[in-house]
């Protein structure tokens, strides 16, 4: 059977609603759109774990600031309908914004209702640069799960600060569903898999790679035993290209989120980096 694609939330309530009446699993696959092979990896795992599975493509107008990448975010739901049905996703769910928010919400003000998470988990790494994007993120998530009732919900960990703060409002929100961390996947060339990889020229796109080389690195000596992060802090920064404008390099415990200073197993060694107009992420999980 083909994919179907479905603009409306009700229509997507509607095949719910039929599949829980024969206790099918479903699965939800948030995405923004422009798939690639990451997308494709948490498609992979949600069909391989559940019975059906919903890809949303929603390029949320709440999770963006007034000088950042909303209108130029690719828009590709062709493709991203095509490689859905090549894995076997049942439904794609790319409502419009109006569809999402309503007739009369202003996006920009105070008309809109959020789920806002702890503010020590938001004033830090991307939230720190990106203030409201992560109530952004929690909000249109959370109506996510509303509409799709999912059993299990995928997330890359290459949104390691992302995955961290939904995880964290499952629990307290007493969501009925399971996060399903997927690891990140790279290019060939070590490079993290991202739909603004898309913006980077051939130029940048070489500095880019030595992101990547940056926390190899760190992992590198951490496993040699070097757990002083001000070494292994200094060592990423020589690795990086000098072209790149570090945003944050920083690592946390997994666990608590909170900022280490020696590093032990299950610590979150974060980057971010502007080059050119483009603003890259990538982290590993040391240990």
């Not at 996703?89 to 008309?111: C, H, Q, R, W």
């Not at 929100?173 to 991202?194: H, Q």
Request: proline share 4%; glycine share 4%; net charge neutral.
């Amino acid at each position: 059977m083909s994919v179907i694609l479905l603009n409306h939330i009700d229509e997507v309530k509607s095949n719910i609603k039929e599949w829980k009446k024969d206790n099918l699993k479903v699965g939800l696959v948030p995405t923004m759109g422009a798939l690639h092979a990451g997308h494709a990896s948490l498609i992979k795992k949600a069909k391989a774990m559940c019975d059906k599975v919903v890809v949303s493509v929603f390029v949320n107008p709440v999770q963006f600031g007034p000088n950042e990448d909303y209108d130029k975010y690719p828009r590709t739901i062709e493709k991203d309908k095509q490689l859905c049905e090549e894995i076997g996703a049942d439904i794609v769910f790319a409502p419009s914004a109006k569809e999402m928010y309503g007739e009369n919400v202003n996006l920009s003000n105070t008309e809109l209702t959020y789920v806002c998470p702890p503010y020590n988990y938001i004033d830090c790494l991307c939230g720190k640069s990106r203030p409201g994007h992560f109530d952004g993120v929690a909000t249109v998530v959370t109506k996510l799960f509303n509409i799709v009732q999912p059993d299990f919900a995928f997330f890359g960990q290459k949104d390691a600060q992302q995955l961290f703060i939904i995880k964290k409002m499952v629990k307290d929100l007493n969501m009925n569903l399971e996060i399903i961390p997927c690891p990140i996947v790279r290019e060939s060339d070590g490079l993290a898999m991202s739909s603004r990889n898309s913006y980077l020229s051939i130029e940048e796109r070489k500095s880019a790679l030595s992101i990547s080389k940056a926390l190899f690195e760190v992992e590198k000596l951490y496993n040699k035993g070097i757990t002083d992060s001000n070494i292994l802090f200094d060592t990423a920064v020589s690795v990086l290209d000098k072209k790149l404008e570090l945003d944050y390099l920083e690592f946390r415990d997994f666990n608590t989120f909170e900022k280490v200073d020696k590093i032990s197993k299950n610590t979150l060694t974060a980057i971010a980096v502007k080059i050119g107009k483009t603003r890259l992420i990538d982290n590993i999980i040391l240990g």
